[in-house]
């Protein structure tokens, strides 16, 4: 289940290092999984996604994991930048079914 | 850009006050989810529908109660404001196995 009241871990980063931001999603039967940016003040934006039949997915500066056996997902992002600074979600959601799960989130700090 | 929107962006009301809080989505989305967010915690889903006339409770309790009447809106409500209600609260919307469009948030204090 869900925690209630929880603080958000924290990954802080040297600018144009690479982060890897790690989640563990519960559901075996989820097949589509999500990575949402959320910058202050606004709500979550999608960066990225990958169906179950996938273990890896290119993006722009983004990289998206998906290890089924240890329901492990990751986002990688190439040469971070003070602008990639934010929350970062994952959520995974079963396409045959009708709820997402969030994941806890990740701070990421990008220092200059 | 998303095609969601929230309405008021802010709002301070008194504790006791009835309150809606507005969200329009323009893309035709038959799922609708309400999320409420303290500062630098996790999304909590509050309320979810899968279409006209479909509402369900999420996984966060919440004093709070939705409509939807129309495809395009899903209004919350709260009937009597309290303190404990003050929180971000955020809607999205999606296809079926789809990502989700966030509107930008209502940021609710209760005093």
């Known amino acids: 289940g869900e925690s209630v009241g929880l603080h958000l871990p924290t990954l802080s980063v040297q600018e144009g290092d690479n982060s890897i931001i790690n989640c563990a999603y519960s559901?075996?039967?989820?097949?589509?999984f999500i990575w949402y940016k959320q910058e202050s003040g606004k709500g979550p934006q999608f960066i990225i996604d990958?169906?179950?039949?996938?273990d890896k997915r290119q993006g722009q500066r983004v990289t998206v994991l998906l290890n089924k056996t240890v329901k492990h997902l990751s986002l990688q992002i190439a040469a971070t930048q003070p602008g990639d600074s934010a929350v970062y979600f994952c959520?995974?959601?079963?396409?045959?079914?009708?709820?997402?799960?969030f994941g806890a989130g990740t701070r990421l700090f990008v220092k200059a | 850009e998303a095609d969601i929107y929230q309405t008021p962006r802010y709002l301070v009301i008194g504790t006791g006050k009835k309150i809606t809080l507005e969200c329009s989505q323009t893309?035709?989305?038959?799922?609708m989810y309400w999320y409420q967010q303290d500062p630098g915690m996790e999304l909590h889903l509050i309320h979810y529908?899968?279409?006209?006339?479909?509402?369900e409770k999420g996984d966060l309790s919440s004093e709070s109660t939705v409509s939807r009447i129309r495809t395009e809106h899903f209004p919350l409500t709260l009937e009597s404001a309290r303190p404990s209600h003050t929180s971000q609260y955020l809607c999205?919307?999606?296809?079926?196995?789809?990502?989700?469009?966030f509107g930008q948030g209502t940021r609710l204090t209760v005093v």
């Open positions: 999205a919307s999606s296809e079926f196995g789809e990502e989700a469009f």
């Open positions: 559901n075996s039967a989820s097949d589509y």
């Open positions: 990958i169906r179950s039949n996938m």
């Open positions: 959520a995974e959601t079963n396409t045959g079914g009708f709820k997402t799960i």
């Open positions: 893309m035709g989305h038959d799922k």
């Open positions: 529908s899968y279409g006209v006339n479909s509402t």
